[in-house]
């Protein structure tokens, strides 16, 4: 027979082995975001030694709803895909900084971004360039709700890309790979953005 005091400890080593179970897993559960989280929140960085380029940003302002044009020396890549990925890379995350004018949390903002060359039209010299940007999700989870931020988002992302690749004539938007309706509830996703026309954007 187990006496009573032997049935007590038993059951209380067991109940700590079990709660100090739980508290290990929660706590590398915890870990696990941060690391996540931190990797997110950095900026593509290129190889050391590559040039550095004054680079135009057009910073959104939610105060009176502007693209206001900024300025920021990055080492860029050569490849033109890269280099646009970098730079809506920081452009985001200026707008992570303290203080800033268009608050968006500090998520990784863009996972992939490609250009694909359009037919060339009758009243053109060179063909254009329709550029696919492809959002994190994290980042569009996180975006503030709302017409005017959300709008203001996708403006500054256009303008900032026709900026520094004029060939670019048209923008699409997608969500890690797929296509989604808006970007937080309002701003259009489904549609094909002219950039030549930024950042006065008009649809397609």
């Known amino acids: 027979m187990i006496s009573r005091p032997q049935r007590i400890l038993f059951w ?11 508290v290990l897993l929660r706590m590398r559960e915890r870990a696990l975001d941060r690391l996540l989280a931190s990797g997110e ?10 040039p550095v380029q004054n ?12 693209l206001q044009p900024g300025y ?10 890269a280099r646009a990925h970098v730079i809506l890379q920081h452009l985001l995350l200026n707008y992570a900084r303290p203080n ?5 949390a500090a998520n990784k903002g863009v996972n992939e971004i ?18 696919v940007v492809d959002l994190s999700g994290s980042f569009v989870d996180a975006h503030p709700s709302g017409i005017e931020p959300e709008t203001l988002t996708l403006l500054s992302i256009i303008a900032t890309l026709h ?5 670019i004539s048209q923008v699409r938007f997608l969500v890690d790979g797929q296509q989604r309706d808006t970007l937080a509830g ?6 094909v953005y002219l950039a030549s026309d930024s950042p006065g954007v008009k649809h397609l």
């Open 100 to 104: 800033s004018k268009h608050p968006i």
């Open 41 to 50: 929140t950095m900026p593509l960085n290129p190889p050391t030694g590559t």
């Open 72 to 81: 920021q020396n990055l080492a860029l890549p050569v490849d033109a895909n």
């Open 163 to 167: 900026t520094n690749f004029p060939q």
């Open 114 to 131: 490609f250009f694909i060359n359009l037919p060339l039209e009758a009243n053109q010299v060179l063909p254009g360039t329709l550029a």
């Open 12 to 22: 209380t080593l067991l109940f700590s082995s079990v709660l100090m179970s739980v």
């Open 55 to 66: 680079v135009t940003m057009m910073m959104a302002n939610d105060m009176d709803g502007s």
């Open 186 to 191: 309002h701003a259009d996703l489904t549609r």
